[in-house]
């Protein structure tokens, strides 16, 4: 499927789904996840939680709270205390598709998941990635923007999102 890489803050999006890059216990700390529970308030962190711990790899579902979205998937590509891999980026990323497309969503805003302080290179964090996205063959699913905060980090992921398609 198609695909855009877009700049930005993720917890300004608005999209059916919004994406966070969790670890297997489901505590929301700092970065993506950080950024998510401060706009979308506390409970997003308790429900979050409550639903863990999930597989490496694996995605749990919560409400999305005061964000513009209706749903957060967390997306655990790393263990708690650990760093993420090819194989669990690529496993949280697949998971997270077939997550949003079983809930009917359009929309899904995806940050780099395993990459920043889960240790993967982002480059080849990306690349997994955009793999994932342009292999799926979604039955809702018509919009994924794959986001960055800085603008390097989204020139990176652009490059790597060129040479995918």
Known sequence: MDFEVVQGDIAAQEADALVNAANTGLQMGSGVAGALRRAAGDELNDEAVSKGPVDLGG??????YDLDAEYVIHAAAMPADGQATADSIRDATRNTLEEA?????????????????????LRQGAEII??????????????VRVIAYSDEDCETIRSVAESVR
Do not use: H, K, Q
């Not at 995605?59 to 999305?64: C, E, G, I």
């Not at 955009?130 to 919009?143: G, K």
């Open 101 to 121: 497309d079983l809930l009917d969503c359009e929309t899904l805003v995806i940050p780099a998941l395993g990459t920043g302080v889960a240790g993967f290179s």
């Open 59 to 64: 995605v749990a579902t919560t409400d999305a």
């Open 130 to 143: 955009c793999e994932e996205i342009a292999a799926f063959d979604p039955e809702n699913l018509r919009d």
